[in-house]
């Protein structure tokens, strides 16, 4: 990737980590992930300072879907005589920019929103979308992360509960299909991943996938393992997208700019490859520190390594799931 194309990202696709300067001490060390965060400005602040003057970019992809992109986790939309469809909220500061883009997308109301995890940065905005008419569908481990105070350790924040409106009223246990302005809308649960309340989002006749935060693209990806998230289940996740997806697929990634099969795929590799090197030396007896200075994730560092989610980060990661 290039340095345009993360200086793009920073604005857009991951705003949900705005603090990759803080990743070293002045020594040159790694900081922990709680150090890098408590060191910078409470992120979910950040995120919601950020949310509110970044520009909304509005792509059309294939058929009635669209994806919006900056605020907070990437936002598909679905157009109709039915009314628009969501697939995540988004921040709630980006409300006028993301009320502007759905304009420009036809005069159809929003009728439903589909949240892909609990995280704020994609269902923050649950409330006022719902105040406009979006019934809300979620996994049932999403409404119970919504109804009651989480706390995330590795961002070292603890969420209220949400309001009444912003808690989803429909919810699965398993996966479920739904028809929508002429389309067949595929519902998957992966169990235990970037969460435990993940899902995905298939656009059938179009073939686009949404995948939440089970797909970064082009940086390492963030694993919440406060509320049930956990590597092995993330490369789980990631081989369910690997074999949903087509050579035409079009993928949303949870942050990131579009992407395709093969970008599922080479992420998918290089969590098995870190995975496999972390757990050896893991296995040997070797402590966090020591691992992280047998740098196993050295391979990929130049192409996923450059932003957010440092190498020392991501190492702890996935030691702790190892």
Do not use: C
């Given at each position: 990737m290039t340095r345009t194309g993360h200086q793009m990202l920073t604005r857009r696709g991951f705003c949900l980590c705005c603090v990759a300067a803080t990743s070293f001490t002045a020594s040159g060390a790694w900081l922990t992930p709680r150090q890098a965060f408590a060191q910078a400005k409470n992120i979910v602040d950040m995120i919601r300072e950020h949310a509110a003057t970044d520009p909304i970019k509005v792509t059309k992809l294939r058929g009635n879907v669209s994806v919006l992109e900056g605020s907070g986790g990437n936002i598909a939309v679905l157009t109709g005589a039915d009314g628009k469809l969501l697939v995540d909220a988004?921040?709630?500061?980006?409300?006028p920019r993301i009320l502007e883009a759905l304009a420009g997308l036809g005069k159809d109301p929003i009728t439903r929103l589909i949240n892909t995890h609990w995280h704020f940065d994609h269902t923050d905005g649950n409330e006022w979308l719902h105040q406009n008419g979006a019934v809300i569908l979620a996994h049932e481990n999403t409404r119970k992360h919504l109804q009651s105070a989480q706390r995330v350790d590795e961002w070292d924040f603890n969420f209220p509960a949400s309001p009444p409106g912003a808690i989803p009223t429909e919810v699965m246990t398993a996966d479920r299909t739904l028809k929508a302005n002429g389309s067949t809308l595929e519902l998957k649960y992966y169990g235990p991943a970037h969460t435990d309340s993940d899902?995905?989002?298939?656009?059938?006749?179009?073939?686009?996938?949404?995948?939440?935060?089970?797909?970064?693209?082009?940086?390492?990806?963030?694993?919440?393992?406060?509320?049930?998230?956990?590597?092995?289940?993330?490369?789980?996740?990631?081989?369910?997208?690997?074999?949903?997806?087509?050579?035409?697929?079009?993928?949303?990634?949870?942050?990131?700019?579009?992407?395709?099969?093969?970008?599922?795929?080479?992420?998918?590799?290089?969590?098995?490859?870190?995975?496999?090197?972390?757990?050896?030396?893991?296995?040997?007896?070797?402590?966090?520190?020591?691992?992280?200075?047998?740098?196993?994730?050295?391979?990929?560092?130049?192409?996923?390594?450059?932003?957010?989610?440092?190498?020392?980060?991501?190492?702890?990661?996935?030691?702790?799931?190892?």
């Open positions: 988004g921040i709630t500061a980006s409300k899902i995905s989002v298939r656009f059938a006749e179009a073939d686009v996938l949404h995948t939440g935060d089970t797909f970064w693209n082009g940086v390492y990806p963030f694993i919440d393992y406060s509320t049930g998230g956990g590597i092995k289940g993330t490369i789980a996740a990631a081989e369910a997208n690997v074999a949903a997806a087509g050579d035409k697929t079009i993928v949303i990634p949870g942050h990131g700019p579009i992407s395709d099969r093969a970008g599922l795929v080479a992420f998918r590799d290089m969590l098995v490859a870190i995975h496999a090197k972390v757990a050896a030396l893991k296995a040997k007896g070797l402590s966090l520190e020591q691992v992280t200075a047998e740098r196993p994730t050295a391979a990929f560092d130049e192409k996923w390594g450059q932003f957010v989610i440092g190498p020392a980060f991501f190492t702890r990661l996935v030691y702790e799931g190892a």
